[in-house]
């Protein structure tokens, strides 16, 4: 089975622009979750996804979105962008059965975004 | 509140040394499970282990192993006989049952020397 795939991996945008990033899960997969990863405040949740619903959110400010569509993918969005949004963006899909306590999540190789 | 406490942030040993990475956590949950992760210089996360808070027998891996303690709060991760590839950041996480969403520490960087 192929990994978690993200695209793009690199990006580099300056301060007020918005920026799209996408998430394809493991064929399967149906739960998704976005994580930041910064050197200051290490890998923190920015929310979860399931069957095109959110289910769980970090504490981030508004302008962190993100949505699932009925194929698993997902794709987060962050709007007015800002020096401190400059991180690596992790996405982890699971298989989320009916019932079941916790799946293992599958991390993908990041989007890396710089903002200028 | 859920909380991951890694005290080393980095340490740096030479090839087959044994190195432990301490992690310390919090929660009020009784249902929870508790990971190890592995993060090479390309970014990407790798599960190594996954411990629910019913189980605490010690797991061996290999050259891995994991020490689950309740009453201390710790979930230790052991490498016996480091080699150059174990060089990576190591995060502990912890998660309540029911949620995806993980709790990470700080991660603490090994550097295995030749």
């Known amino acids: 089975k192929a990994g978690v795939t993200q695209t793009p991996r690199y990006l580099i945008k300056t301060r007020g622009q918005q920026v799209t990033l996408s998430c394809s899960p493991i064929?399967?997969?149906?739960?998704v979750s976005w994580y930041q990863q910064t050197p200051g405040q290490g890998l923190q949740f920015l929310f979860e996804y399931f069957s095109e619903t959110q289910r769980n959110k970090g504490n981030f400010p508004g302008r962190f979105s993100g949505r699932q569509f009925s194929n698993s993918r997902s794709e987060m969005n962050v709007s007015t962008l800002e020096l401190g949004d400059s991180a690596l963006y992790l996405c982890a899909s699971s298989f989320r059965g009916a019932g079941e306590a916790y799946n293992e999540q599958f991390f993908g190789p990041g989007t890396r975004l710089t903002v200028l | 509140a859920q909380k991951v406490t890694q005290a080393q942030t980095e340490i740096s040993v030479v090839e087959k040394e044994d190195v432990t990475l301490d992690c310390v956590y919090e929660t009020r949950d009784t249902t929870y499970y508790l990971f190890w992760y592995k993060q090479p210089p390309s970014g990407e996360l790798v599960f190594l282990i996954r411990r629910n808070s019913f189980d605490e027998q010690n797991e061996i891996s290999g050259r891995y192993s994991w020490n689950f303690q309740k009453s201390t709060s710790s979930f230790n991760f052991t490498i016996t006989a480091s080699q150059v590839v174990d060089s990576a950041v190591y995060f502990c996480?912890?998660?309540?049952?029911?949620?995806?969403?993980?709790?990470f520490g700080k991660g603490m960087k090994l550097t295995v020397n030749p």
């Open positions: 996480a912890l998660t309540q049952g029911g949620s995806e969403k993980l709790v």
């Open positions: 064929s399967g997969h149906r739960s």
